[in-house]
């Protein structure tokens, strides 16, 4: 955690659970954003896993009291798994402020294998499973991507939705984040994971997390997702899949942030 200013103002940023005292009564600017949704990979000879759904992202101003201190909550990204395993982001908390984690990715399977959907954040990327719809973002977030021929859709960001697979059997991009100024300068954060690469394509097919630290997703063949940016709330990549005994992994989320400024 750290302290900085920005002119006449002061910004605290939180990377983990903490207390905000401010110095004087007033409003303070604040950003709020959940833990990044984790992506799922496969098991031999099944199709790639669907990106992670970023945090929520929330951004204004709240009323303080000087002296008072106000609890801080950072939420975790969510765990990245095999063909199943992932889980949707931590939430982080500034006194009323709540933002969600966001959605986990989707994975091939049975109706358990449905990408996560958030009501407040983003949601998952879809994978390739007849009826696995991708998740559904909310107020805070957007929807994740859905399939298209066995490319795995990409997570939800807070700027765009996540892609939908591509028809050659490539994975989606996840959908891109939203930038900041609180601190002075601007930053993007709360990207969306890529989606896993198809088993029916020999090489390539690699996708890209959205902009604000959204994970890639693996390469066909069989590759791991790459993992969302720490303290981004971004989602990890989904793991491609391969047509041969070769397993993937998807990729946690990144953990979210709270800043405040006075």
């Known amino acids: 955690d750290s302290i900085g200013t920005d002119g006449d103002y002061k910004y605290n940023t939180f990377l983990s659970d903490?207390?905000?005292?401010?110095?004087?009564?007033g409003y303070v600017e604040y950003l709020v954003i959940g833990?990044?949704?984790g992506a799922s990979g496969i098991s031999s000879s099944t199709p790639g896993g669907g990106g992670g759904g970023a945090g929520a992202y929330r951004t204004g101003y709240l009323a303080v009291t000087a002296d008072t201190?106000?609890?801080i909550?950072?939420?975790?990204?969510g765990s990245g798994g095999a063909q199943s395993g992932a889980s949707e982001g931590g939430s982080s908390i500034f006194s009323t402020i709540?933002?969600?984690?966001g959605g986990e990715g989707g994975?091939?399977?049975?109706?358990?294998?449905?990408?996560?959907?958030?009501?407040?954040?983003s949601g998952g990327g879809a994978a390739f499973v007849h009826g696995s719809p991708a998740g559904t973002g909310g107020t805070y977030g957007n929807d994740g991507g859905s399939i298209s021929n066995q490319g795995a859709g990409g997570?939800?960001?807070a700027g765009t939705a996540g892609e939908t697979g591509q028809a050659s059997g490539h994975g989606s991009n996840g959908g891109d984040g939203l930038s900041s100024s609180i601190t002075g300068s601007a930053v993007t954060r709360a990207g969306g994971g890529g989606g896993g690469a198809g088993y029916n394509?020999?090489?390539?097919?690699?996708?890209?997390g959205g902009s604000g630290g959204g994970g890639a997703g693996g390469a066909a063949g069989g590759n791991d997702g790459t993992a969302g940016t720490a303290n981004t709330g971004g989602g990890g990549g989904g793991g491609s899949g391969s047509t041969g005994a070769v397993s993937s992994v998807g990729a946690a989320g990144g953990s979210g942030i709270v800043i405040t400024k006075e």
């Open 18 to 25: 903490g207390t905000f005292t401010p110095s004087a009564d």
């Open 35 to 37: 833990g990044g949704g």
């Open 69 to 71: 201190a106000y609890s």
């Open 73 to 77: 909550t950072v939420g975790d990204g």
């Open 98 to 101: 709540t933002s969600l984690g």
């Open 107 to 121: 994975h091939y399977g049975g109706p358990s294998s449905n990408a996560g959907s958030n009501a407040m954040a």
């Open 155 to 157: 997570g939800g960001g």
């Open 201 to 208: 394509i020999s090489s390539g097919g690699a996708s890209t």
